[in-house]
């Protein structure tokens, strides 16, 4: 089980929010096979995304890591990643993973029994795995005593569709999730159902993204006159600020809705002074959002 604190530890301040992400997993991926209308050729005109989010032979950068957000009061986990010891076997790369995230976890200096809160940006199989950990034959909710929030419209979808019959394989992998990642944390009693605009506290509250999944959330942040935005899968990787359409269509629940909710995005933290964190960023992973002639840009922070 190799250790990953060599990446995993990047964090920002926003006033009196820190926040802290907790990488479980870096990969490489062809940006025209993932995201079908991202033609090889237009992407290799964003030279901006060099070096931080493309190799150098142009294959896309992508991170599967959670977010720790501690403001004055509340200790908060945005996003559980994949999780170890789940069956995935739709995704080879995502199948029985034995990662150190917890490990790593613990080396940031958290402790998962003092979580507050845990926010699930959408309840996708990559956003909500460390939700439990297997112990013995049993799924158990891996941070005990907190919260877990989770939009009542998104987890209602994927309730009233686990006993439909499918051959979709996401949808088929989702089922699984729902068993291992979801529904312990309900029967444990640790679940709230809110609205897509729920405010978690005075600095932290939900914004509705819907498009991707049903129930789709970002996670905005504000203290001490600072903003900040967390993506969550509203946008997958930069090089979408350059084309609100190109979509990961494949697993979007409404790509068209997804388009349409990045365009409205796009335009309102445009070269304005929020710093956007995004959920599957690689590398430096956080940035601003700029105009770019008609369509946008993303400048890293280092």
């Not at 209308?37 to 991170?63: I, M, N, R, Y």
């Not at 929030?149 to 006993?163: C, I, K, M, S, V």
Request: net charge negative; charged share 25%.
């Amino acid at each position: 089980m190799a250790s990953m604190t060599d990446i995993s530890f990047r964090s920002w301040q926003i006033g009196d929010i820190k926040v802290t992400r907790i990488v479980e997993s870096e990969s490489v991926f062809d940006i025209p096979t993932m995201f079908p209308k991202a033609s090889a050729e237009e992407v290799q005109k964003l030279d901006w995304l060099k070096p931080h989010f493309v190799t150098d032979d142009w294959q896309g950068k992508l991170s599967i890591h959670a977010l720790v957000v501690e403001t004055p009061e509340l200790t908060i986990v945005v996003d559980t990643c994949i999780g170890n010891d789940r069956d995935r076997l739709a995704y080879e790369t995502s199948n029985n993973l034995q990662t150190a995230f917890m490990q790593d976890f613990e080396a940031a200096g958290f402790d998962r029994e003092k979580v507050d809160v845990v926010l699930c940006t959408h309840l996708h199989f990559d956003h909500v795995g460390w939700n439990t950990m297997k112990v013995g034959d049993a799924w158990v909710p891996t941070f005990p005593n907190a919260r877990y929030l989770f939009n009542r419209a998104e987890f209602e979808y994927w309730r009233d569709t686990q006993d439909e019959a499918t051959e979709d394989m996401f949808l088929n992998v989702q089922k699984n999730v729902f068993i291992d990642s979801v529904k312990p944390v309900i029967d444990a009693g640790l679940v709230d159902l809110v609205d897509e605009n729920h405010r978690v506290s005075d600095e932290v509250w939900l914004e509705p993204t819907p498009g991707h999944s049903p129930g789709h959330v970002c996670i905005r942040l504000r203290s001490q006159g600072q903003d900040a935005f967390i993506t969550g899968d509203m946008v997958h990787h930069p090089f979408q600020f350059a084309n609100a359409e190109w979509s990961m269509a494949s697993v979007d629940y409404d790509s068209d809705m997804a388009t349409a909710t990045r365009a409205r995005v796009y335009g309102e933290v445009a070269d304005q002074p929020v710093l956007v964190i995004g959920t599957h960023f690689a590398g430096v992973t956080a940035g601003r959002v700029r105009k770019d002639g008609a369509s946008y840009r993303f400048d890293a922070e280092e």
